[in-house]
């Protein structure tokens, strides 16, 4: 009994003396960690350490998500420098390191996801070393103004503005990508060139837009779903063109036969570029023309809808026509400062703020089938002198759709008999009513035995009449109105420099109707 006793003390002691050792180990591995780094830490099984201005990070798994200003070792952004994560660490959660605007450099040999804005925003940021990474989340790099160049050799998945605003990011390698996200690399001024592989499967839209310098998209030919030519990127069908690279130099370009949908933000910012011809395109997208500045000159006989933001800010566009559109979206000539005239026979709806600061907007010809001018359409059109609506009702409109127009000095031309409706209605009843529309439009408006050149012209006619014989001729405005009249022969020529910009229609008595042209 009393060898038992001992035996049990024995094994008590034994345990306490294990006990004692492992804490004073554990202390003792503390504080030389301690000793060793300015700050640290430790979240499960990850130990933290920040030494020098290097934040090291070591254990087994994942760094967790953070709500960018919460992980622990966010109080010391400012001082981090470099960041070096454990061989043994898979994954950077979402918003590791968001905002650490002193971190230059980044090496994660095993790490194979980076998580959603993991370095955002780390604008100093400029070598990153992920050899084995596989996915890259949403915003995981945007901002990283210093980032220069980019080698992902296993990375398939790059996410949704990953990086975006990479403002010097000249070299991209991405051969074992399939899929890139919207608007992945928007705004890399400093990209020129990109290669998508035969493997490739899914471009988001706007990847590649506002890229100043950006030249060409190059597609193996072995691609599936893509193509490129001249640089252009198209879908694999050529039926959308998808990105005109921004840093292309020639000023005119014309679309293929075969595409009819110009994608998102398809020539954003293309500064250079001044005239463009599309044939076939019934679609034009979101942004797409967004911000080209030197593009005064547009032809889209076919196109019936037209994307938000579609022509914003393209202050050199002087006129537009366009016969066949039904529907302008929202802010989709925005700021287009230099526009003085539009011609849209076929609109039913204008958009919100669809014409908004166009302040050089003089004349505007809207359909007998108008049926909605929302919002704010032609807020701040200062310039506003001449607005022609062809609909026996008064359209839907609003007391702001013209908000901040010279309604008082602007008059409206109604058709006969419908001033006074006009006159009662919500955003009509401020102009000053005139009711003198005629049935200009009723007479056949494309004549197949006359041709006039060149169309749009600022001064100069050219006259190629089916009869040789001399002929009277008479231009109409928009109104009904006669303009101009005189004789002519074919070959001869009529300067129209006098007349106002805007849409005017020339009636031959050779011809059997009317031929319309546009004064720029």
């Avoid at 032609?378 to 702001?400: E, R, V, W």
Wanted: with cysteine; proline share 3%; net charge negative.
């Amino acid at each position: 009994m009393y060898a038992k006793k001992t035996n049990l003390y024995s094994r008590k002691i034994t345990r306490i003396k294990i006990i004692f050792l492992s804490t004073a180990l554990f202390l003792n591995v503390a504080n030389s960690i301690a000793q060793d780094c300015d700050y640290f830490g430790t979240i499960g099984q990850l130990d933290w350490c920040i030494k020098d201005s290097t934040l090291t990070i070591s254990g087994i798994g994942k760094i967790p998500n953070y709500d960018y200003d919460n992980a622990p070792w966010q109080p010391y952004w400012e001082e981090i420098t470099n960041v070096v994560i454990g061989n043994e660490i898979t994954a950077i959660g979402n918003g590791a390191f968001s905002d650490y605007m002193a971190l230059t450099s980044v090496n994660m040999p095993n790490v194979m996801a980076i998580g959603n804005d993991a370095f955002s925003w780390c604008t100093a940021l400029a070598s990153v070393n992920m050899p084995n990474v596989i996915t890259i989340g949403n915003d995981a790099f945007i901002g990283c103004f210093s980032l220069n160049s980019v080698d992902m050799p296993n990375v398939t998945t790059i996410g949704n503005s990953t990086f975006q605003s990479c403002s010097i990011l000249a070299s991209v390698n991405m051969p074992s990508v399939t899929a890139i996200g919207i608007q992945a690399f928007y705004s890399c001024s400093t990209l020129a060139s990109v290669d998508i592989s035969s493997i490739v499967t899914s471009i988001g839209n706007g990847s590649f837009a506002d890229c100043s310098r950006l030249t060409s998209i190059n597609v193996d030919k072995n691609n599936a779903v893509y193509c490129s030519e001249d640089g252009i990127l198209f879908n694999k069908s050529k039926t959308e063109l998808i990105q005109y690279p921004a840093g292309k130099q020639g000023k005119n370009y014309v679309i293929p036969d075969s595409v009819t949908t110009i994608g998102y933000a398809a020539f954003q910012s293309c500064s250079v570029l001044a005239s463009v011809v599309m044939p076939s395109i019934t679609t034009i997208e979101e942004n797409a023309f967004f911000s080209c500045i030197a593009l005064d000159s547009i032809d889209m006989p076919n196109v019936t809808t037209i994307g938000e933001m579609a022509f914003s800010d393209c202050n050199a566009l002087v006129s537009v026509d366009m016969p066949s559109v039904t529907v302008i979206e929202e802010e989709a000539f925005y700021r287009c400062r230099g526009l003085a005239f539009v011609y849209m026979p076929s609109v039913t709806t204008i958009g919100f703020d669809a014409f908004y600061l166009c302040t050089a907007l003089a004349s505007v010809n809207m359909s007998s089938c108008l049926a909605t001018v929302e919002q704010y359409a032609f807020d701040h059109c200062t310039g506003l002198k001449h607005i022609y609506s062809h609909s026996l009702a008064p359209p839907i409109a609003y007391s702001n759709s013209f908000y901040y127009a010279s309604t008082s000095t602007c008059i409206l031309h109604v058709p006969y008999g419908s001033e006074d409706d006009y006159a009662a209605a919500d955003g009509w009843k401020d102009f000053t009513i005139e009711g003198n529309i005629t049935n200009i439009f009723n007479i056949k408006s494309e004549n197949t035995l006359d041709v006039i050149y060149p169309n749009p012209t600022k001064d100069i006619l050219h006259i190629r009449l089916s009869s040789q014989e001399v002929t009277d001729y008479t231009v109409y405005n928009v109104a009904g109105y006669t303009v101009m009249q005189g004789r002519l022969r074919d070959g001869e020529t009529i300067n129209v420099e006098k007349l106002s910009s805007g849409v005017y229609w020339l009636k031959t008595r050779a011809g059997t109707g009317t031929i319309r042209f546009v004064k720029q």
